[in-house]
């Protein structure tokens, strides 16, 4: 038998870091998939000419998920966000212009629609483009 010379050793929890971050890139016209339950994403779209993207109504399980949609291309691309932007039904379209520089826009999944984040929006919402010159 063995005395023991130290005290017993414990193995702390340790919690996963951060929240899981999709990274998908779009080169063709088409859907943006919305991220997966309790995770975000990252859309990157390509391309030099203009893509038409969709972006589908978030389900109530993605609450609090963060997409961020980011032009990687020049092209001057259009996302039709379905529910419409923050929630308003008056404004639909996301247009980026067409530009060497890169731009990003960040929406929240809030009750069944993507709501800017962070949210610089007060009042009556009615147009939205990112434009960004040289």
């Known amino acids: 038998d063995f ?10 929890a340790y919690v996963l870091a951060g929240r899981a971050r999709v990274v998908t890139s779009y080169g063709a016209a088409g859907a943006i998939s919305l991220p997966p339950a ?10 030099t000419s203009a893509l ?36 308003s039904a008056s404004i639909g ?17 809030m009750d069944e629609i993507w709501s800017l984040y962070p949210a610089p929006v007060s009042g009556t919402l009615t147009s939205f483009d990112i434009a960004v010159s040289t």
């Open 3 to 12: 005395a023991q010379d130290n005290p017993p050793q414990t193995t702390a």
């Open 38 to 47: 309790g995770a975000d994403a990252l859309a990157l779209i390509n391309g």
């Open 52 to 87: 038409a993207m969709t972006l589908a109504v978030p389900t109530k399980d993605l609450d609090g998920s963060i997409l961020t949609i980011a032009t990687v291309g020049t092209g001057a691309h259009v996302i039709t966000v379905a529910g419409g932007i923050s929630g």
């Open 93 to 109: 379209t996301l247009t980026f212009e067409a530009s060497p520089a890169k731009c990003c826009v960040s929406f929240m999944a």
